[in-house]
T-cell receptor, first 114, second 112 residues
Framework: GAGVSQTPSNKVTEKGKYVELRCDPISGHTALYWYRQSLGQGPEFLIYFQGTGAADDSGLPNDRFFAVRPEGSVSTLKIQRTERGDSAVYLC????????????FGPGTRLTVL | SQKIEQNSEALNIQEGKTATLTCNYTNYSPAYLQWYRQDPGRGPVFLLLIRENEKEKRKERLKVTFDTTLKQSLFHITASQPADSATYLCALVKVSNYQLIWGAGTKLIIKP
């Protein structure tokens, strides 16, 4: 596709439920990043993939969060036992290189945990 | 701890004037610094990147400076237009793992 796409655009769930957020990066981009952003804040790094492997998952807040990228393209961020504090916009970005430069962002998924 | 500071107050500029936004950082030596624009409900959009050995970078009406002694980057928009109104984010890139550390952004409002 022309840009990074994310689905769903909005997700409302109840506390304790499981959610999956999907990211389709720009074709050919080897690097993929997940961030979350709260109102009035900058993006907060969660995890970085280079190809199929998670090169850096140091930003995942706890073991309820997990992400995969099995074929080096589409990625899924999975959140188990959601908590109200998980409510945020989850952003996905991709880039062509390894150095974190010029990241192309999707529109984000707004997650609301009731 | 590593910290990036951007002016949290909105910056109001008259159309046609130059807007200058500031990004300060502490306890850090980045490989390079990036500036992004973010509109409400959208993801950030990459604008410019400047490396640690570069003093200044330009792109059309945009100019970025990088002073590693002061630990500061300035982002300028000349001949500002109402369409430039947005939140502008700076992000430092860690040398060790190329992770981006983001500022909270400064909201810029260009008044006609």
């Amino acid at each position: 596709g022309a840009g990074v796409s994310q689905t769903p655009s909005n997700k409302v769930t109840e506390k304790g439920k499981y959610v999956e957020l999907r990211c389709d990066p720009i074709s050919g981009h080897t690097a993929l990043y997940w961030y979350r952003q709260s109102l009035g804040q900058g993006p907060e790094f969660l995890i970085y993939f280079q190809g199929t492997g998670a090169a850096d998952d140091s930003g995942l807040p706890n073991d309820r969060f997990f992400a995969v990228r099995p074929e080096g393209s589409v990625s899924t961020l999975k959140i188990q036992r959601t908590e109200r504090g998980d409510s945020a916009v989850y952003l996905c970005a991709s880039s062509a290189g390894r150095e974190g430069v010029e990241q192309f962002f999707g529109p984000g998924t707004r997650l609301t945990v009731l | 701890s590593q910290k990036i500071e951007q002016n949290s107050e909105a910056l109001n500029i008259q159309e046609g004037k130059t807007a200058t936004l500031t990004c300060n950082y502490t306890n850090y030596s980045p490989a390079y610094l990036q500036w992004y624009r973010q509109d409400p409900g959208r993801g950030p959009v990459f604008l410019l990147l400047i490396r640690e050995n570069e003093k200044e970078k330009r792109k059309e009406r945009l100019k970025v400076t990088f002073d590693t002694t002061l630990k500061q980057s300035l982002f300028h928009i000349t001949a500002s237009q109402p369409a430039d109104s947005a939140t502008y984010l700076c992000a430092l890139v860690k040398v060790s793992n190329y992770q981006l550390i983001w500022g909270a952004g400064t909201k810029l409002i260009i008044k006609p």
